[in-house]
């Protein structure tokens, strides 16, 4: 199950409505061996396409670098498909690289609709999981 705070939640959503019509994506990071997204990072689909995202190289790198010293890892790999339904396409599972990470698809096909769901993939399987999300929008943290 991916537990994730309303509010980064709510970037998530906020990104991936802003990019379209291209795909947009990103990472929330978490503590080195944690299942605790609480770092969002917005990236730059280097793609600049409504089909298919690709982080930029020089942008992973430098987000790699800061996971990396911060004792982070990727909690959240997080993009959006802006013409189908919020599940991973075959090109979305062969670039899988993370198996403890969460992949988070947004749907932007339709304006008034969040379809917001969240995958495990693992070695070429797909097993969509259950989202809690926690907090609201007005807690004074956030």
């Excluded at 599972?93 to 992949?103: F, K, L, M, R, S």
């Amino acid at each position: 199950m991916l537990s994730i705070d309303r509010s980064i939640y709510d970037k998530i959503v906020a990104h991936a409505r802003r990019d379209h019509p291209d795909e947009a994506c990103g990472i929330v990071a978490g503590p080195e061996g944690s299942d605790r997204p609480e770092r969002f990072v917005e990236m730059m689909n280097a793609a600049r396409s409504p089909t298919f995202y690709e982080f930029d190289s020089t942008e992973y790198k430098q987000v790699y670098d800061q996971l990396w010293d911060r004792d982070e890892d990727f909690v959240v790999i997080y993009h959006s498909h802006t013409m189908t339904e919020a599940y991973p396409s075959r090109t979305d599972i062969t670039y899988a690289q993370w198996p403890q990470a969460h992949y988070v698809l947004v749907s932007t096909r339709e304006p008034d609709t969040v379809e917001f769901r969240s995958y495990r993939i693992i070695d070429g399987e797909v097993t969509e999981e259950p989202v809690e999300i926690t907090g609201s929008a007005g807690d004074p943290e956030q």
